[in-house]
């Protein structure tokens, strides 16, 4: 090897000094990636269930799922073994051609819900960036009026692509980049008089998260949502549901929106389609149809056998095995629980959330207790500065349940403690 590098001049192993083993990964990802992420010093490396280890052999309890990806558990059997199958017969053609997996998950996925038609992607931000295009091009080609406009809300999250970031409802995602493309407006959530005036013969249409989720985990107002969804009506713009971190049964239903009584025009989901094989999906209904015709969207990657055979064995298990229900249970469970043990704890402000997407607001900065969390072996996240995160797989047993509540209990009581003191 050495010598042939010598005679090629390329380098075909990884170099020493970049994959070294046992640094928690900081090494490897100083060297030679950019700085996008600001990375907790473990390299995990297997999983199963809801169970990590990393590559000293530390074992975690998962309470984050990669965020809300992998929401049946790490390596499901039932996805796994549909998987290796399908790597076994064919993993890539181009959409010029016919792919069955897609077509049978499209159905499948429009079979569940209030969708008509689906667009397949490969992240969440390109299945809002879709949403986007055919909401304005089917005000263009379908309804034949010039409106672009877009309303979104303050605290939002929709994604990294230069049109989903200026979607987004947060400032920090947006600096730097600009000019930002033009056509979207923020007003605060909740706030209808605000969102009234904001909408003018320019709109398209609004787009919304049910609950909140990068913003805090702040779900949405029942009532503020039957608004939203008459003044789409009365004004004719479309409802766009950004399902992405609230979709395949996270808060206790396969979509979210099924909790509330409405529809959306246009819904997305990205993270627990496949389990974490890498697929987005854009679902609309049936009068969106024409607004796309060949040639108007695409994607290479978009719906390949591999990805779509990920997401049907993910949707067909969730269906058959009452997930989302699961999820449900689970949630109440959750929240009842750390109601019971968070209260009375001064640090703790509020616990919130919907099936099993929770925050626990407090008093001040959580960022630290989240590296004390892995110290004690259980993994969640934050949500903005003063959020706890909580975002377990949809099968978490009750047993388990109690591990993380037992960690996360004795974390926040020290820092009550620790905050008398002081
Ligand atoms: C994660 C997320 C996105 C962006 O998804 P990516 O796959 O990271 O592009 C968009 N909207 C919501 C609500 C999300 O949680």
């Known amino acids: ?67 809300a990806v992998t929401n049946l558990g790490h390596s499901p059997k039932a996805v796994r073994d549909q998987l290796v ?35 397949f992607c490969n992240s969440g931000a390109e299945a809002n960036e879709a949403a986007i295009k055919l909401a304005r091009r089917y005000n263009k080609k379908v309804l034949g009026r010039d409106r672009y406009e877009m309303i979104t809300f303050e605290r939002s999250f929709h994604g990294r692509t230069l049109a989903t970031l200026t979607a987004t409802g947060q400032e920090k995602v947006k600096e730097g980049f600009d000019p930002l493309p033009q056509g979207f407006l923020t007003v605060p959530m909740g706030d209808l008089d605000a969102l009234k005036s904001a909408v003018s013969d320019k709109t398209a249409a609004i787009m919304l998260e049910l609950v909140q989720a990068e913003g805090g985990v702040h779900p949405i107002d029942s009532g503020f949502l039957q608004q939203v969804r008459a003044l789409c009506d009365e004004h004719d713009l479309l409802l766009i549901i950004d399902e992405i971190q609230t979709g395949m049964g996270r808060t206790g239903k396969l979509f979210a929106y099924e ?107 959580v960022g630290e207790l989240v590296e004390e969390g892995q110290r004690q072996g259980v993994l969640f996240v934050t949500a903005g500065p003063n959020v706890i995160r909580l975002l377990p797989n949809l099968l978490l047993t009750r047993e388990e349940a109690e591990q993380g509540i037992a960690v996360l209990s004795g974390i926040l009581a020290k820092k009550a403690a620790e905050a008398v003191q002081s």
């Not at 590098?5 to 990802?29: C, H, I, K, S």
């Not at 449900?328 to 919907?354: C, H, I, S, W």
């Open 1 to 67: 090897m050495a010598d042939n590098t010598q005679q090629t001049g390329l380098v075909t192993e990884v170099p020493q000094e970049r994959g070294v083993q046992g640094d928690g990964g900081a090494n490897r990802a100083a060297q030679s990636l950019f700085p996008t992420y600001a990375r907790y010093p473990i390299a995990l490396v297997k999983g199963e269930g809801s169970w990590l280890w990393d590559d000293q052999g530390n074992k975690y309890l998962d309470l984050m799922c990669g965020l």
């Open 85 to 119: 199958a399908q790597l076994d017969e064919l993993w890539h053609v181009s959409n010029l051609f016919h792919i069955p997996n897609q077509e049978r998950l499209a159905a499948l996925l429009t079979a569940n819900s209030c969708a008509n038609h689906v667009f």
């Open 259 to 365: 909790h509330y009584g409405i529809e959306p025009d246009i819904f997305t989901l990205a993270k627990g389609l496949g389990s974490g094989f890498p697929i987005g999906a854009m679902l609309g209904k049936a009068k969106l149809k024409e607004a796309f015709s060949a040639g108007s969207h695409g994607s290479t990657f978009g719906g390949t056998p591999l990805a779509t055979r990920a997401a049907l064995a993910t949707l067909e298990t969730m269906l058959t095995e009452s997930v989302p229900q699961q999820a449900a249970e689970t949630g109440a469970y959750l929240m009842k629980r750390l109601d019971e043990e968070l209260a009375g704890n001064p640090f703790v402000k509020q616990v919130r959330g919907q099936g099993l997407m929770i925050g626990i607001e407090c008093a001040k900065p």
